[in-house]
């Protein structure tokens, strides 16, 4: 039986999360178009059968996207980041393809994994965006560093070449136990997972500086045999943001919230009836107490509570 715990880290918005939900084949983790949408560590468990038995097991650990912080915020989800690197068994570092190359920022990740004697993997995603040439060229590119054990090109979206990294994984990791039950796919519980939900398709609905300032929390989840009662709290940083968020005649929150029930409902498997509303928070990327607040810890391993 081999086992053990991959990290998923890279910049914001190259696919790390579209990757892990590709591998799980279920939403385990929310993705979008916009940079700096993870900001937990998300635990992903794909446990590997044959003929009904398991053979290998693999905790993925998806994780923010590693930039230059400009607020505490920022800060901790690049620590996690960064911390994760230190404490797993395989690193899965991604680039994205198309924004490869020099300047890219990846540069500092580079020096970190050159020092990190941990097994390696390099997945080139969004390979559907360059011609085949230029996918030759970086890889090479990374061929001629002797940095990774293993280098894989896919299209995360499309699902493409998920199953090679799955299976070039397994060749790396060690012998080890099952760490969780085999029907296990996330540690996070359903109420963390409705709030993602929630804050994914407020993301998808603003635009500028409004959606990195949101932040959700559950403040009722009630389960009666007819229907799941839940009331959530969307969070931002100033006046002027509830207004956008809540849209012209409450249209905008409407739609957030119509998106958010129906995904939630599929999830659940149950009638969901969801309540939103807005509240201010001034700075409350700036505070460390409310950051804490939120459930956002420096740790994977502390990384629990929501
Ligand atoms: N064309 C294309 N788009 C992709 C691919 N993989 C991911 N995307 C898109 O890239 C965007 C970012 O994806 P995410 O999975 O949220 O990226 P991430 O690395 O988790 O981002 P952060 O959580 O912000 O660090 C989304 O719009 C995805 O649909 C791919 O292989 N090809
Ligand atoms: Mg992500």
Request: hydrophobic share 35%.
């Amino acid at each position: 039986m081999k086992s053990g715990f991959i990290g998923i880290i890279g910049r914001p918005n190259v696919g790390k999360s579209t990757l892990l939900n590709a591998i799980m084949g279920e939403k385990i983790a929310i993705t979008t178009d916009k940079p700096q949408t993870t900001r937990n560590t998300i635990r992903g468990i794909y446990t590997r059968k044959e003929d009904g038995e398991p053979v290998a097991q693999m905790c993925f650990i998806d994780t923010p996207g590693i930039h230059k912080p400009k607020n505490r915020l920022g800060s901790y989800m690049t620590e996690i980041a960064l911390n994760t690197l230190r404490e797993v068994d395989v690193v899965l570092f991604m680039v994205d393809s198309e924004y490869e190359g020099e300047g890219s920022g990846d540069d500092y990740i580079l020096d970190m994994l050159k020092s990190t004697h941990t097994p390696k993997m390099l997945v080139i995603n969004k390979m559907d965006k360059i011609e085949p040439d230029a996918f030759e060229r970086i890889y090479k590119f990374y061929e001629g560093l002797k940095v990774f054990d293993s280098i894989v090109g896919t299209d995360s979206k499309k699902g493409e070449n998920v199953d090679v990294v799955v299976s070039e994984l397994e060749n790396l990791l060690a012998e080890g136990p099952m760490y969780f039950p085999e029907d296990m796919l996330t540690d996070k519980p359903e109420r963390f997972l409705v709030a993602e939900i929630i804050r994914e398709k407020a993301l998808l609905y603003l635009n500028d500086e409004v959606p990195h300032g949101v932040a959700v929390e559950i403040e009722k989840f009630e389960e009666l045999p007819e229907i799941t009662n839940i009331s959530a709290l969307i969070y931002c940083e100033k006046e002027s943001h509830k207004k956008i968020i809540i849209g012209a005649g409450g249209r905008k929150l409407k739609g957030i919230g119509k998106s958010a029930r129906l995904e939630i409902e599929a999830m659940l498997g149950a009638k969901v009836f969801l309540e939103l509303f807005v509240k201010v928070k001034k700075d409350w990327r700036r505070s460390d107490r409310m950051i804490g607040n939120f459930g956002y810890t420096p740790s994977w391993k502390t990384d629990f509570r929501r």
